[in-house]
């Protein structure tokens, strides 16, 4: 194969995000200020910034003022101010909702907006491209590359136009290397470098094992009778059993549009248990289902999501470079926001690598990043959390009490800490013990299956290219996966990738259909072996969410 060609810069970022974008604006910011050239630039596998994006989201614009403080006038997408919080716990055919004067400060969103995230990344990747910022989409950063102390020099793009087979089509261009200063790591949870660098520099020693959830996530044009632009709802309860972590969201946006959507937390036991399934039957309970008669589902996406917050974040630098975002773990899953943490961690590291820079230092640890967070608002934030999801190990019932406890009455200002010493992958049950969950076959108008609803999340791959789903072991799935986890794959997989055939022999055996993957993550998580191991397809395939 080809030889890379490479280019130089002061700092790359991986990812197109609100972190990566937030590092990219506020380095460049430095820059014009202090009168000393640095340069930027991003990539992004998403074939568009806000491709690849998918959140909630209601978001709190405290990062966003102090990056961008004329954000309004400059036209960010921002305009569905919140107007009314609601949390209801759900029965199966009921539901009660908390009075607002004992809802904790957590779940309260006065003078937050409902946003899509991927309009605000693109917006942002605008005010990044206006400073200098070099961006190029469609590129997947697939490799990392070291300097002989084993410092990060950079990144390298996966080839494009290889065949199935591993060999070069007549399509083959060979990826390039960018190599920086200091490569700042934004990619979103479960990052695929990101996992590497983590085991590289043992970032996670002493932390707990980071906590995961999926997001499943509809938009829907809803009657106009039915809109109430700025409602937020959350929810916990049904369908979800008292022991597996989890909620829903609906936010009421502009133009009649409702956001939908559920997270449901990957240390969840049962192996029959389906996010997918359990969403769609959510949409059905008496107090939901209402709001979409005569509507219009437009968009679905998944995402995984870091839950484990400060207790879980790792080691924030390494020789060469940092972790920002979701990358490293910041959502506040209390808050169920992660966007404001994402752009506030992203300034925070650039204004650590741009100090480096202008010192004439390179490839060594920012080590300013990781002091100046445990000085700034968003590490009190995160404190104040900390044992949030913790609790819900314990069962919903003394969760809700003990967030009541921490949240509303010591506001945060908590005198214990609790630990979790197990990672999701360890916590699924053996099938034989758990009982079988039978889900409702979808409608067709609020219900829907997965591969209508991968269709409209417009993901696509060309088939001649190498599996981007890899197994370590082959006969790992049908031995272990299989036989004592009833093949949870084809379960857990919010878009049909996984499914077990029968060969011509008529024994069992796993089909990838990796054509259908939105890129969740969710297969790299919860694999009970860690068998599988999700890498980034040639750049620019995959989803490519609208409004999400």
């Not at 002989?148 to 136009?161: C, F, H, K, L």
């Not at 999501?305 to 975002?325: E, R, Y």
């Not at 999701?424 to 053996?430: A, F, I, R, T, V």
Request: hydrophobic share 35%; glycine share 10%.
């Amino acid at each position: 194969m080809s030889e890379r060609e490479s280019m130089e810069y002061d700092v790359v970022v991986v990812g197109g995000g609100p972190a990566g974008l937030a590092t990219a604006i506020r380095l460049k910011q430095l820059s014009a200020e202090k009168g000393h050239e640095v340069s930027v630039c991003v990539l992004e596998k998403g074939a568009e910034i806000g491709a690849h994006i998918l959140s909630g989201a209601v978001m709190d614009p405290q990062a966003l003022t102090e990056l961008l403080p004329d954000w309004k006038s400059q036209g960010a997408p921002l305009d569905t101010p919140v107007t009314e919080d609601k949390f209801l716990f759900l029965t199966q055919t009921g539901s009660k909702q908390t009075p607002e004067w004992l809802l904790p400060d957590c779940f309260k969103n006065h003078g937050n907006y409902i946003i899509s995230l991927g309009q605000v990344a693109r917006w942002l990747g605008e005010q990044a491209e206006a400073l200098g910022v070099d961006i190029f989409p469609g590129f997947a950063a697939a490799e990392l590359l070291y300097g002989e102390q084993g410092q990060v020099i950079g990144v390298a793009t996966g080839d494009m136009g290889v065949g199935r087979d591993g060999q070069p089509t007549e399509h083959f261009q060979p990826g390039m290397a960018l190599l920086a200063k200091y490569t700042v790591f934004a990619e979103g949870a479960r990052g695929q470098l990101g996992r590497e660098l983590i085991a590289r520099y043992k970032l996670d020693d002493g932390r707990d094992p980071q906590s995961y959830g999926i997001g499943i996530k509809e938009l829907w044009e809803v009657a106009p009778s039915r809109a109430k632009p700025g409602q937020v709802i959350h929810t916990a309860g049904w369908p979800l059993d008292s022991d597996t972590y989890g909620g829903s969201f609906l936010y009421h946006m502009k133009d009649n549009q409702v956001a939908v959507g559920m997270v449901v937390g990957l240390d969840y036991a049962n192996p029959w248990l389906s996010p997918f399934e359990e969403f769609q039957r959510y949409k059905t309970h008496p107090a939901i289902a209402p709001i979409f008669e005569g509507g219009k589902r437009l968009a679905y996406g998944a995402r995984a999501l870091t839950a484990g917050g400060l207790l879980s974040l790792p080691k924030l630098v390494f020789p060469g470079g940092a972790l920002v975002g979701c990358e490293a773990g910041f959502l506040n899953a209390s808050r169920i926001k992660g966007s404001h943490a994402a752009i506030k961690s992203g300034m925070l590291a650039a204004e650590a690598a741009f100090e480096a820079i202008a010192a004439g230092r390179q490839q060594d640890e920012l080590v300013t990043y990781p002091v100046s967070f445990e000085k700034s608002w968003l590490h009190t934030e995160l404190n104040k959390s900390r044992n949030f999801k913790q609790w819900f190990k314990k069962g919903r019932t003394v969760a809700t009490v003990m967030t009541g406890v921490e949240q509303w009455l010591l506001k945060g200002n908590i005198p214990w800490t609790i630990h979790r010493t197990r990672p999701d992958h360890e916590c699924l049950k053996p099938a034989a013990e758990c009982m079988q969950i039978d889900y409702p076959k979808p409608d067709g108008k609020l219900t829907f299956d997965r591969l209508s609803s991968v269709f409209i999340s417009n993901t696509n791959h060309e088939e001649n290219q190498p599996i981007h789903l890899t197994l370590k072991d082959s006969s790992v799935p049908v031995k272990l996966n299989l036989a004592t986890y009833a093949g949870p794959e084809s379960r857990y997989c919010p878009a049909g990738v996984y499914e077990y055939v029968k060969d011509e022999t008529g024994h069992d055996r796993l089909q990838i259909n990796a054509q259908n993957c939105v890129h969740c993550k969710t297969c790299d998580i919860k694999d009970p072996s860690q068998n599988i191991v999700w890498v980034a397809p040639q750049g620019g395939e995959g989803p490519v969410y609208t409004g999400m």
